[in-house]
C-alpha cells in the first residue's frame, strides 16, 4: 500500500527533475539598498533583464531594503542554506566565516576601476570563487565599489586626524589600521549608519559612494573626503550554490553572459558615481575636501602595516591571494605611467 501511494504521488507531480524543484518558483535577490537609486539595484534589474531574456524558465524577484526581512548579517547563512536563492553581498560581511574575503576590501589595496577590472577572470577571481563554493555560494556578478571618508563634524584627511573619532568601516582588517591611527571603532552593517551617526554612537565611516546617496548618509555627514581610492568593495551578485548546482547547462550560460553585461553597465555607472555624490552632499550643505597624494600614501603605508600585514597571518592562502594580486596589478600598469600607487609601492616592500 504504502508503495502505491509514492507511486501515484510520482504520476501526479511528474519526474523529480532537479531543475524543476529549484524553479517552481521566482528565485529571490535580496538586497540592503534603496530601489531604482542605488547603482547594485539598477545593475541586478539590468541582470534580471538579461538573464529572462536568454533563458525563459528562470523568473526573478528583487527584493530591496532587506524587505525580505532578512538582516545583511543573515544573509550568509540564508544562502548556505539554500533558505535564499541570491543577494547582492559585500563579501567582507563574511569575513568571520571565510576571512580570506577582507581581500575584497583591504584599504589601498584596488585602487581604480581599472585595477578591478584587471583582476576579473584572474587567478585571484577563480581563487575567491573557489573559497566562495567551499562555503556554499557562488560569485556570480564582479561589482566594485569605490568609497571615501565621510564624517559629522570635521574633515578627515591623513591618519592623524581620525584621534579620537568613532569609526565604521565594515571590515574587520580595515578597521585595524583606524584603531591603529587612534580611532575606535564599531562594527555595524550599512543599514544601522544612518542611525548610529544620528544618535552620535558613529562620528565618522568609510563607505562607497553608492551607500552613501542611496542611504541618505547625506542627512548626517555633511564633510566628505573624496579621491584618491582608499577604500574599494566588492559587492557582487552571489547565489546560493544549492541553486546554482540545480540549473541546466543552458541557464548556466545565461546567467554567466547577463552577469558579463551587468558587470560592464555597473563600471558605467561607477564613472559617474562620485560626481553625484559630489552634486548630492553639496546640494545638502555639505563639504567636499580632495585627498592630496601625500595623504594617500601616508594612509597606504599604515595599511600595509596593519591591515594587510594582518592579513598575511590568516592563513598561506589569504598570503598567497595577497602577493598574487599585488603582482597582477604590477604586471596589468607595469608599462604604463599611471600604475597605481597602491601595487607599486608594495613591490617596493
Known sequence: MRIARVCCLLLVSGPLCPADLAFGQDIRISHQWTAGIDG??????????EVEARASSLKFAIYPKSSLNIQ???LLGALQTGRLEMAIYPLTYAVGEVPEFSLAGLPGLVPNLEAARALKGSEIHRTLQSIA???G???ISWWWSPGGFFAKDRIISDPKSVQGLKMRAADPLFELMLQDAGASVINIPSTEIHAALQSGSLDAILTSYEGFVSLQLYEQAKFATLGSTLFMSLTPLVMSLTTYNRLTPDQRTAIEDAA???DAYFE?????VERRTVATLLGAGGTIHRMTKEHFLSWLQLAQRTA?????????RAQELLITTVQKLLERFASKDDLPDSPRDAAKN
Request: no cysteine; charged share 30%; glycine share 2%.
Open 268 to 272: 558605467g555607472i561607477q564613472r559617474d
Open 308 to 316: 594587510w600585514l594582518e592579513y598575511t597571518k590568516t592563513n598561506p
Open 137 to 139: 555560494i557562488r560569485i
Open 260 to 262: 558579463e553585461i551587468s
Open 40 to 49: 547594485r539595484d539598477r545593475a541586478a534589474r539590468v541582470f534580471v533583464q
Open 133 to 135: 563554493e567551499a562555503n
Open 72 to 74: 545583511p548579517p543573515a
